[in-house]
């Protein structure tokens, strides 16, 4: 299997190459030259482990690494230890539990990992992905990122005590919640580094840039990043898919319907390809909170990014982005993976702020590829998370809220519909305060989680401070 950039100037590659890098070099993202066609396999894999299904699915992109290590490694990686924070009664050897709230309407619990949100799912088989190919290469990486909650965690538990990997992770220092500065503050390997900056996350994250555009010294310490474009993320993403189909069907004759809360459109993109490798996914329904550029593309046809500026900060945060990264990988397929028209599209973005497929070939085949949308406010959460409270005394976070919201416009009689559960209540506390007018449940180990020593170095928004402390560390 080789991968391809979506901007076609870019030669093709095999997985490890671009397992550790970011965009292609044409600035494009990659993408397997072809989806496999496995309609023919969901009858084998139905009774198959979470370990299992992903060595069947990883085995046809991954074609660099010999059969027998990506099946330790996905052994390794989807254990009911690591997923065991699943609600009381949820069998933990799932990976991805199906909570079923009503006749064809399920849940399929994706945060039942070490940071309580589906980054995890693909997060984790990053961190053994990693340690593999840099061992075999004999090589070492610097992870630098910034994070205002989910992502920075989710690396941190995926990275923590791995070899020839470190990570280097800015936060704000006093924005985050202290549920997630104690997750991320308590860990304290020897190759994870906390820095909280003296700002605001774009403080934080213009530091990365700025690190990232020094060519010498990224070069030097071996700086790379985990970023949401990864490839390797969106493929172990597609294997939960498959596991939510099965748990929610008898037979390979049912379609199904997935209802995913949506930002940089990664999660939603691994359901795209499922479905293209042939699941029987019906309809995808992507959900979006106030910041709902993708629901007004998949409503008009009209792709117009915001500034980080008109972003609005809300009570889903995780899904507060103003451009969607993952959205490329999506536009290719949609244009007949014509990399010529792909280029001129986001050639529009950037001299006019969008692009406007109207009255297009490409707007009368969207249909085709079945994604509907909608949007959900701060008032729809906080019903949502009171409704399925009341009625099925099961608790959400506020995603899955929006997801759920939205999932419910979209409904079709007998056709089983899947809200995906990015992640759990307990990290949203104040807003199940506000909805609950009571606390979070909060699986036993993590109680008391804020009294752990915390380990973080604090510094002021400074580029240069930042540089001599990772150099200080990469001895
Ligand atoms: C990241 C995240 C999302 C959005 O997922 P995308 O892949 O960026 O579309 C939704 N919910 C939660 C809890 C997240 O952490």
């Not at 909650?149 to 280097?168: I, L």
């Amino acid at each position: 299997m080789q991968y391809i950039s979506t901007r076609g100037q870019a030669p093709a590659q095999s997985f490890s190459d671009i397992l550790l890098g970011g965009l292609a070099p044409d600035g494009g993202l990659y993408l397997p030259e072809s989806y496999p066609q496995v309609a023919g396999k969901l009858e084998e894999w139905r009774g198959l482990s979470y370990a299992e299904l992903t060595f069947e699915i990883l085995s046809l992109y991954i074609t660099d690494i010999p059969p027998a290590d990506i099946r330790a490694i996905c052994d390794a990686t989807y254990t009911a230890q690591t997923y065991r924070w699943c609600r009381p009664g949820r069998n933990a050897a799932d990976i991805v539990p199906l909570t079923s709230l009503e006749a064809d309407f399920h849940l399929l619990e994706l945060s039942n990992g070490p940071t309580l949100a589906f980054k995890d799912m693909a997060m984790q088989l990053l961190g053994n992905l990693f340690e593999y190919v840099l061992e075999q290469r004999g090589e070492t990486l610097n992870i630098l990122g910034a994070t205002s909650g989910d992502t920075g965690s989710a690396a941190e538990y995926a990275m923590r005590g791995k070899h020839r990997v470190r990570v280097f992770m800015l936060s704000p220092e006093g924005r985050m919640s202290a549920f997630q500065r104690a997750q991320m503050y308590s860990l304290d390997e020897p190759n994870i580094f906390n820095i909280a900056v003296r700002g605001m996350f774009d403080d934080a994250q213009d530091i990365v840039k700025a690190v990232s555009n020094d060519a010498a010294f990224k070069a030097r310490y071996k700086i790379g990043a985990v970023n949401s474009i990864n490839w390797a993320r969106v493929m172990a993403q597609v294997v939960y898919y498959f596991k939510g189909y099965f748990a929610a069907t008898r037979t390979n004759d049912e379609e199904v319907a997935f209802s995913v809360p949506s930002g940089n459109f990664g999660n939603i993109c691994a359901g795209h390809i499922a479905r293209r490798m042939g699941l029987p996914i019906r309809r995808l329904v992507l959900a979006t909170n106030e910041n709902d550029v993708l629901d007004e593309f998949f409503k008009s046809g009209v792709y117009r990014p915001r500034s980080s500026a008109e972003t609005k900060v809300t009570s889903s945060p995780s899904m507060d982005i103003s451009k969607a990264s993952n959205f490329e990988r999506f536009v290719f397929d949609l244009v007949g993976r014509d990399a010529g028209k792909l280029c001129a599209l986001w050639q529009s973005v950037d001299v006019g702020g969008a692009f406007d497929l109207r009255g297009s070939a490409e707007f009368s085949r969207l249909a085709g590829f079945a994604i509907v949308s909608g949007r959900s406010t701060h008032a729809d959460r906080l019903a949502t998370i009171r409704e399925v409270w009341q009625r099925h005394q099961v608790m959400i976070d506020t995603h899955t809220a929006d997801g759920l919201k939205v999932a419910r416009e979209h409904r079709l009689p007998g056709l089983p519909m899947i809200v995906l559960e990015t992640a759990q209540a307990a990290k949203f506390a104040e807003t199940i305060r506000e909805a609950l007018g009571r606390e979070p449940v909060r699986p036993k180990e993590l109680e008391n989680i804020e009294e752990l020593p915390q380990h973080v170095a604090v510094m002021d928004a400074d580029v240069g401070a930042v540089k001599a402390f990772i150099a200080a560390h990469c001895g």
